[in-house]
């Protein structure tokens, strides 16, 4: 397995990656949002707010995860918020997802990132240094609709100290739909 940051020339294969993904698991629908908001996040987020890992066999692109600058108006702290993340479905349970989650949390600490936040499963996140966390910790950019899903974890070797002020999402997520 390959692990990838290099997204500029590949953003029609990830696209299809979360369509397909989200349409196999939650239906046809949800898989036209997530592949629009993975095609969103890369033709309109600037290259300094975004991260996209990717992971390859050869040539199949088996799975991918997008990190987004999440900006505190009070606080200094630099933080991103992990979506979309998807594994091929003909992938699913070979360890592919927990690797590049992995991977990709390394490669933020490396950058100077101090905080990742994500919303979803529980189950699934804590897998790879996730916690439950309230908006008291951290202010959601839009109204979530499953509260029990707000997620987060220092990348300091710190605890996760409460983030100061209201936050700011990328244009891409700034879509009820998504939260
Ligand atoms: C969720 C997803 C990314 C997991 O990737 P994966 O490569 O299959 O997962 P891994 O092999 O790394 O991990 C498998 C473990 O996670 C568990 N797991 C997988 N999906 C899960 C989910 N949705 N909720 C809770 N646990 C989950 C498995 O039971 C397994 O547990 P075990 O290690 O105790 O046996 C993948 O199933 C996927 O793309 N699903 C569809 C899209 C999706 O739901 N994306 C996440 C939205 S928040």
């Known amino acids: ?9 590949r953003a029609d294969e990830i696209a299809a990656l979360f369509e397909a993904t989200f349409t196999a698991s939650e239906g046809a629908r949800e898989g036209q949002l997530i592949g629009t908001l993975a095609r969103d996040l890369i033709a309109k987020t ?5 991260f996209v ?19 505190f108006d009070q606080d200094e702290r630099t933080v991103f918020v992990l979506a ?4 091929a479905t003909a992938r699913h349970g070979q360890g592919i997802g927990q690797k590049l989650l992995t991977f990709g949390l390394d490669a933020l600490r490396a950058a100077g990132v ?19 966390i309230t908006e008291e910790v951290a202010k ?6 499953h ?7 220092s990348l300091t ?13 990328v244009d891409a997520l700034n879509s009820p739909d998504y939260w």
């Open 53 to 71: 890992f990717s992971s390859w066999d050869g040539d199949a692109l088996t799975g991918c995860i997008m990190f987004s600058r999440l900006s």
């Open 140 to 145: 959601a950019p839009l109204k979530l609709a």
């Open 157 to 169: 070797g710190g605890p996760l100290e409460p983030l100061k002020g209201s936050s700011r999402c």
């Open 46 to 50: 600037k290259d300094d707010d975004l």
């Open 114 to 132: 101090d905080v990742a936040i994500t919303y979803g499963d529980p189950n699934y996140y804590s897998k790879v240094g996730f916690a439950p």
């Open 84 to 87: 979309p993340v998807a594994v």
């Open 147 to 153: 509260p029990e899903g707000w997620l987060g974890q």
């Open 1 to 9: 397995m390959d692990f990838s940051s290099d997204y500029k020339n």
